[in-house]
């Protein structure tokens, strides 16, 4: 089955610098990769989604992530830190079945 | 609006009581899921069902019991015999042709 590993559980930077949360899947070129948001008691909201049509994913709230097959990597970047941003996100993998996996999670804090 | 619905959002049990969590959608998918969720462990994959009356476990089914007797109805018991229920829960189904999940707002159960 795929995977996929988030390097780092907690991420914190100050509001208006660069957000980098890393994420790394399994060896076998996915089908699909995602990102996910949640924020505390809530469900998870869909930032973007990799489906092979372009490298670089563009998503909601300004997140955007790029696929690079040679790192295997799907890391999500925002050029500017917003305090609404804190929250969770999760890095997932879903395969032709519709077999979704999910990273660890990684905590965004945002300074003032 | 089209959605996925859980209930009850908080859920108090006592030790040696079974707990059903319900899940309803609206979004016409055939693929639902749940997941627990705990902190620092992402989202566990508890069971699966690609379409009524047939579901498959997922990684951690033992002490969870689950139906599917209509496609808008997904139900999970959380039986005694699962050590360590208290969590939070998601319910989600797959829609939209690549895979992506849509999630329900969750369910927190802790076991008094």
């Known amino acids: 089955a795929q995977s996929v590993t988030q390097l780092g559980s907690h991420v914190s930077v100050s509001e208006g610098a660069l957000v980098l949360l890393r994420c790394n899947y399994s060896?076998?070129?996915?089908?699909?990769l995602f990102w996910y948001v949640q924020y505390p008691n809530q469900g998870l909201q869909l930032l973007l989604k990799y489906t092979s049509a372009a490298t670089l994913v563009k998503g909601i709230n300004g997140f955007e992530a790029e696929f690079k097959k040679s790192e295997t990597s799907f890391h999500l970047t925002k050029p500017s830190a917003h305090m609404s941003d804190a929250a969770e996100y999760f890095c997932?993998?879903?395969?032709?079945?519709?077999?979704?996996?999910f990273g660890a999670g990684t905590r965004l804090t945002v300074k003032p | 609006d089209g959605g996925i619905t859980q209930s009850p959002k908080y859920l108090f049990r006592k030790e040696g009581q079974n707990v059903t969590l319900s899940c309803e959608q609206n979004l016409n998918h055939d693929a639902m899921y749940w997941y627990r969720q705990d902190p620092g462990q992402g989202l566990r994959l508890i069971y699966y069902?690609?379409?009524?009356?047939?579901?498959q476990k997922g990684d951690i089914a033992e002490g969870y019991s689950v139906s599917r007797e209509k496609k808008e109805s997904f139900p999970l018991t959380v039986t005694s015999a699962q050590k360590n229920p208290t969590a939070f829960y998601l319910c989600a189904s797959v829609g939209g042709g690549t895979g992506e999940l849509f999630f329900g707002e969750g369910s927190r159960l802790t076991v008094l």
């Open positions: 069902s690609q379409i009524v009356n047939d579901f």
């Open positions: 060896s076998s070129v996915p089908p699909y």
């Open positions: 997932a993998v879903s395969d032709w079945n519709n077999d979704m996996r």
